[in-house]
């Protein structure tokens, strides 16, 4: 791999060792946000990614020492579906972190809830659109009009979230980027995206814009398994283009990829 500006690559055992590595620096990330500005703006994800990093937020000690109450919880992007679909990139939140649905018995064997207060989270508002009939295309406008009022502050038009974590999908897009997409080109925040036909799940998509990835005070990818070994290589490879492998555009030195073993095989040294 060429020297120079290149993320910290951090390879672990598997994936539950990935998770615990992903915490760690997420609350590490998101305290001295609000040490450093009274808030902390995180964009989070969807796919198996974070659902083992929230169940690790979520215990003593990493719980007590994040400062929730300061921070914000938005989605790179989503499925268009409803909050409570299992397709939702919103639904592991409302699940693990937040404990939305658990039952009584499970409460009671322990489970605890992350105080992040309702107001702090800014899903694109999927539900509101489809039951409206008002489409993809105005969530996604929804969305950016948020991130305007009540985002973290911009630079060169591009919101700096404090983290933005993102999942790798087998054919190295990432947010709903997919390899030939036209998003990097448009001048919109937020996006809708047609239902990809080469990846499942096979429905409409909103994502923010991937400046987003360049403009962010940290970026964290995680991407396990020896499915993600084969695209692992070519967006660490020597050739650069982005437009083909999306993960490229968080090759960069603000960014630490966490792999496990097996994701990390066909590495160059
Ligand atoms: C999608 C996927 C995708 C996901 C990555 C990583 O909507 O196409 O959800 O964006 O984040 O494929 O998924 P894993 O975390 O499951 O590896």
């Known amino acids: 791999m060429a020297e120079g500006a290149e993320p910290e690559i951090r390879i672990v055992a598997d ?26 703006d995180w964009a989070t994800t969807g796919g198996s990614t ?5 169940r690790v937020l979520m215990q003593p000690p990493t719980l007590d020492g994040v400062p929730w109450a300061d ?15 299992p397709l939702s990139n919103v639904k592991p939140l409302d699940d693990v972190l937040l404990g939305i649905g658990r039952t009584e018995e499970g409460t009671a064997g322990g489970a605890v809830e992350v105080p992040l207060p309702a107001g702090n989270l800014h899903p694109f508002p999927t539900g509101e659109a489809i039951g409206r009939g008002l489409g993809a295309d105005w969530c996604a406008a929804q969305l950016a009009a948020t991130l305007r ?31 030939g997409s036209t998003a990097p080109a448009s ?4 996006l809708a995206v047609p239902a990809p036909t080469h990846i499942e799940p096979h429905v409409e998509r909103v994502t923010m814009h991937p400046a987003v990835i360049g403009a962010a005070r940290q ?17 660490f490879g020597d050739e650069r283009d982005p437009g083909r492998w999306p993960a490229q555009l968080a090759r960069i030195p603000t960014a630490t990829w966490i792999l496990d073993e097996a994701a990390a095989a066909g590495l160059p040294d």
């Open 15 to 40: 994936a539950d060792a990935a998770s615990g590595v992903a915490a760690e620096l997420t609350a590490a990330r998101l305290t001295e946000a609000v040490a450093a500005r009274g808030r902390a």
């Open 50 to 54: 974070p659902i083992g990093m929230y």
């Open 71 to 85: 921070i914000h919880v938005w989605w790179g992007d989503d499925r268009f579906v409803h909050r409570d679909h």
């Open 149 to 179: 009022s009540d985002g973290p502050p911009a630079l060169d038009g591009w919101p700096v979230f404090d983290l933005v974590m993102l999942g790798m999908g087998g054919d190295g897009h990432v947010l709903s980027v997919f390899p």
């Open 187 to 190: 001048a919109e925040l937020c």
């Open 219 to 235: 970026v964290l990818v995680v991407a396990t398994g020896a499915g993600k070994a084969a695209v692992l290589a070519e967006v």
